[in-house]
């Protein structure tokens, strides 16, 4: 029997993990990338099962390796701008990532199983992948359609920016979280014995009261790095910020006329807190 070995191009689509990194990149009007200059020829993943269909009823009578790629070749900025014309957006700006820096991160990236960026994924960004688009039209009689025409239903804006946004806020709630066990067990030590005297606690209560605090700060912090405890993290930061307002609204509500909205800042968290809590993928169960 004839043997046809199949060469795909990047494929693009919903659920893609290449795909899933692209439009998680996609929002930001500053993008750094490996390459500006390599060219690749992307086709949807429609457009991939329509060739194999096409090959299962067109077999052809010799073994061949038969590449499947797009009618267009573009560069990895060309492909983003698509994706962000496609959601609405203008061209972004794009930096291409210095050499050394790129292979650090690479090195990095097989030392921690990242899937975006390793050494194989380094070595792709950095040669061509191109392939005469008219011989899958030649063999099975379909030719892929442009890609921007298959740019309809994904990616959706709200999908890239949530993909893009809820690592960023991690890392802020991560750095506020821990950020505020340091400063209360050093600079702002002496500040939160001064506040525990203006609830009534003094001497080694104040003390174990501020300390005990900052171990809270910090264990939600650890928490929120930790993918099996987030959720739980979450939670807990929730119910901390709520008791902290209440306390403060009861015994110091004059904290709430801060110039600088120290505690009212809080309300912000809070619903940063609940977004990150409702868009946490559930865990599986076996």
């Known amino acids: 029997m004839p043997a046809v070995v199949l060469r795909p191009s990047l494929v693009l689509g ?42 299962l009823r067109r077999w052809p009578e010799r073994s061949c390796v038969l590449p499947l790629v797009g009618p267009q070749a573009m560069t990895l900025p060309q492909l983003l701008d698509q994706l962000r014309a496609a959601q609405g957006w203008a061209p972004a700006r794009y930096l291409q990532v210095p050499a050394p820096l790129a292979g650090l991160g690479a090195r ?22 191109l392939a005469d688009a008219g011989a899958m039209k030649t063999a099975i009689g379909f030719a892929a359609a442009p890609l921007a025409s298959r740019l309809s239903e994904w990616p959706r804006p ?5 993909t893009a946004l809820r690592p960023l806020l991690l890392a802020v709630l991560v750095l506020i979280w821990l950020g505020t066990a340091v400063v209360c067990l050093g600079p702002g030590h002496g500040w939160g014995l001064r506040i525990m005297a203006e609830v009534g606690v003094h001497g080694w209560m104040a003390t174990a009261a501020v300390a005990g605090g900052a171990l809270v700060d910090g264990l939600l912090g650890i928490g929120l790095l930790l993918r099996r405890w987030r959720r739980h993290a979450l939670r807990a930061q929730l119910a901390l910020m709520l008791g902290y307002m209440l306390i403060i609204s009861l015994w110091l509500p004059h904290y709430w006329l801060d110039p600088f909205a120290a505690v009212a800042k809080n309300a912000v968290l809070l619903v940063a807190t609940l977004w990150l809590l409702w868009t946490e993928p559930q865990e599986r169960r076996r």
């Open 14 to 55: 919903e659920g893609g993990a290449s795909s899933g990194w692209l439009s998680r990149m996609s929002p930001w009007p500053l993008i750094p990338v490996l390459s500006t200059q390599v060219r690749m020829q992307p086709l949807h993943v429609d457009d991939l099962v329509a060739a194999v269909l096409g090959l």
């Open 108 to 129: 990095l990236g097989d030392r921690f199983g990242w899937r975006a960026l390793n050494t194989q994924t380094l070595s792709l960004a950095r040669r061509g992948n």
């Open 158 to 162: 709200e999908r890239s920016v949530t």
